[in-house]
């Protein structure tokens, strides 16, 4: 199994990302997708979460009203849209596999694949 993250970059605040996280050997619409991110000395940290068909969400409340999150079973990707950055949202940003295909999950230990990470720079 494979997570590939991309999209990430240097942004000015206030500005938009779009990241894409595509994946590889699994059974896509079996997993429930997230997205975590881990600034510099902090613990990683839960964004967002959605389930097999994209029909349901989980924000964390740092997320909610800036960031979407979407998936596309035909590419096998998921997708996190993030406007109205801030340079707190400064982190390296990782996308997860959730075998469970159910309601989406914000805990770090729910998730049993993960990819390599993708950094995204907020400057002020």
């Known amino acids: ?16 990302l779009r990241l894409s996280c595509a994946a590889f050997g699994l059974t896509f619409i079996n997993y429930a997708m997230g997205w975590f991110r881990q600034a510099p000395g902090k613990e990683r940290e839960f964004v967002a979460a959605v389930n ?3 029909g349901s969400a989980y924000y964390a409340d ?10 596309d079973n035909s590419k096998n990707t998921v997708y996190l849209q993030m406007n109205s ?4 949202d400064t982190a390296v940003y990782y996308c997860a596999a959730d075998r469970s295909s ?3 999950r914000p805990f770090y230990s729910d998730y049993d694949y993960w990819g390599q990470g ?3 720079t907020v400057s002020s």
């Open 1 to 16: 199994v494979q997570l590939q993250a991309s999209g990430g970059g240097l942004v000015q605040a206030g500005g938009s």
């Open 52 to 54: 097999w068909s994209g």
């Open 62 to 71: 740092s997320a909610k009203g800036r960031f979407t999150i979407s998936r």
């Open 85 to 88: 950055l801030k340079p707190e």
């Open 102 to 104: 159910g309601s989406p």
């Open 118 to 120: 993708t950094l995204v």
